[in-house]
């Protein structure tokens, strides 16, 4: 309730906003999308989005004489774009569009050009959807409580019938929230339930960083002395993560939820840092999860050398053989043409190779991008389960 | 994952952020506060934020000879303070603070002066916290699904109790995100059930526009086929709200969460427009709740004049009548002395005395803001159930 926006109607009331007068973004009919920032003072007002493809990814908005900056681009193709204003070399949201979502520390704006592509991450009113439910739970491996987010289907609270559960880990900088923020799994989740493609499922989305408590816009970093030592990069890189979800969070889930369990009605997926945490999880659990996605991760080459590298390369080619023994179902690995991690991506399938091992391998268009997460997630959701 | 913040360290892995190397806020041992911002090119940046009172409530940040805008303010007293930059005319957040938050259409940084005054809303690590569920309900009323935000206590997992509800109503501007975002029930709630000063029970935080399915930030507006027309402003005026708590909201919860029943075992309050959605509900409804909170509202001074209006007033005081005869246990009005809805405040108390109706008045300095609110909250809640 603060101040009043600058943009407020003249005479509008404290405490009450003045619709705004400034239409930012305009989507129009042909996928042209207009851009607006209203400032008399301003000198330059760039903008960076995600349609702007190689270096610098800049556009720069044009001035009128009445102070409106504005920049007109594309036609885009359908899909989700986030976007940043610069104003005078200070980053601003647009102040106008109540659509913002955090990429970790990072806060941008969005829009979504409807059309098929972007149609299964849509949120439309006439679809049952989902509980997403911010729950807390002990953690005795970490040593304090932490907190996840749970998507339950559409009539989860009606009835009575137990599920199977997915859990999906997201990448470094990320925290719980970035599944449902960034990756909109409510939505894709809800429209691949609805359409018949995806068996009605509980979704599991943890917080990978081991020195988080919870997600770091809302809850503030654990004192030492009460976990362990803040790590304010490569938290997930402890294998503390890892012990803790078999420990903890599969346990808590399967005794607090509908779930269905054994390892038929398990999944595993996680992107980036979480496609490690999937490995290590899958390699050091054999038989817990018969659904195993890797996404955009492989096998990173590793910071040892000689015997020591040796020696991990031996343990987990006894690892890969035991999963291979378990009878999973479902290995999949999916990366971009133009990932920076594609050469640990092809590590991986080469690792599997030689061991026989069976996976299937997706490569798509692109780089390490949300873009592709979403349709890696609306992929293989479908394939769980069955 | 766009591209790299402006301030990444030279050479960060595009995906990866570099830590911030700006401090901003630097709250100081003596509860001074610094902000900074960086720019060579902007010429003016200016802080509006919750601590500055008075008309026009701007500061101006001081550049250095390096591009670093800076000011420090204070001491402040222990409170949570909301703030935005203005760059050159333009509203922009401050890029090395995570805490945001959203004000209906309006984004704001914020930090907490720790201290007893903030202790209550403070999340504690070492504290058990409640569950906070996103769900979605059929209203049979609007004519649409909607979503509600439902706080179960710490322990609801865990344990086959039932809890009394306490539905808690926002105000105009805002939605089923308002009292979790702006107004940190959840925080509010942990702490006084783990103090022992309320009784651990369910909190039911509804969307009080009738025209949305949901937060305006996370679903589209709902076409005007599918559903009620679209009311830009007041739509929680209409009294459809109202109707569909009584008659889709409660029994949704008393189904679906493992809820007491029976008046004793409710309890309804509502800040400025949810007072006024608090009041009709329970003049409509006598019986149906035994607590009953009125913050910052009153009785507005109608629209209708001559005998509409004595009409109204018949009605009213028929209700009233019948309210007091069914046995509330506390009906509890808090406004601030400088709040601008404070003659409403006093014509609801006039109303009420004139029908010997028992009830607790609490006056608090300042006005209409969410400091008040989540005072008022912190204050009612404890009463609850006793």
């Known amino acids: 309730q603060v101040t009043p926006r600058p943009e407020a109607a003249p005479g509008a009331r404290p405490g009450f906003r003045a619709p705004a007068r400034i239409i930012s973004p305009e989507i129009m009919p042909d996928n042209k999308v207009t851009f607006r920032v209203y400032s008399k003072d301003a000198s330059k007002v760039t903008i960076t989005g995600e349609w702007q493809t190689g270096p610098g990814g800049v556009e720069e908005l044009v001035k009128n004489d009445t102070g409106m900056f504005s920049i007109t681009v594309g036609p885009l193709k359908p899909e989700l774009y986030a976007y940043n204003f610069t104003v005078d070399g200070v980053k601003a949201l647009d102040a106008n569009n109540v659509q913002v979502r955090r990429d970790g520390t990072n806060y941008q704006n969005f829009f979504i050009i409807p059309g098929p592509e972007s149609d299964l991450y849509f949120h439309k009113n006439n679809v049952p959807h989902g509980t997403v439910t911010k729950v807390w739970y002990k ?154 996605g890797v996404f955009s991760m492989g096998i990173m080459a590793g910071r040892q050398q000689g015997a020591d590298a040796e020696k991990i390369e031996k343990e987990r080619d006894a690892k890969i053989e035991a999963l291979k023994k378990s009878g999973y179902k479902l290995y999949w690995i999916a990366c971009g043409k133009d990932d920076f991690v594609y050469q640990s991506a092809l590590t991986l399938r080469n690792t599997l190779d030689k061991h026989n091992f069976k996976y299937v391998y997706r490569e798509s268009t692109g780089g390490h991008t949300w873009a592709n997460w979403r349709i890696y997630l609306s992929e293989f959701a479908p394939m769980l389960f069955k």
């Open 139 to 292: 953690s005795s491996v970490i040593g304090f409580d932490r907190r996840m987010y749970v998507y339950t289907p559409a009539g989860y609270e009606g009835d009575t019938q137990r599920y199977p559960v997915f859990y999906l880990l997201h990448g470094a900088g990320g925290d719980e929230d970035a599944w449902t923020n960034m990756g909109r799994t409510a939505q894709i989740m809800d429209n691949l339930i609805a359409q018949g493609k995806a068996k009605p499922m509980i979704v599991v989305m943890t917080n990978g960083n081991a020195n988080q408590a919870g997600a770091q816009n809302e809850v503030p970093p654990v004192p030492v002395t009460q976990g362990q030592q803040g790590i304010p990069s490569g938290s997930g890189m402890t294998g503390k993560f890892e012990e803790h979800l078999v420990k903890d969070v599969v346990p808590f889930i399967e005794k607090n939820f509908r779930a269905l369990t054994g390892k038929d009605n398990r999944a595993i997926a996680g992107l980036s840092m979480g496609g490690g945490h999937t490995q290590t999880i899958t390699n050091d659990n054999p038989g817990m999860f018969s659904y195993i």
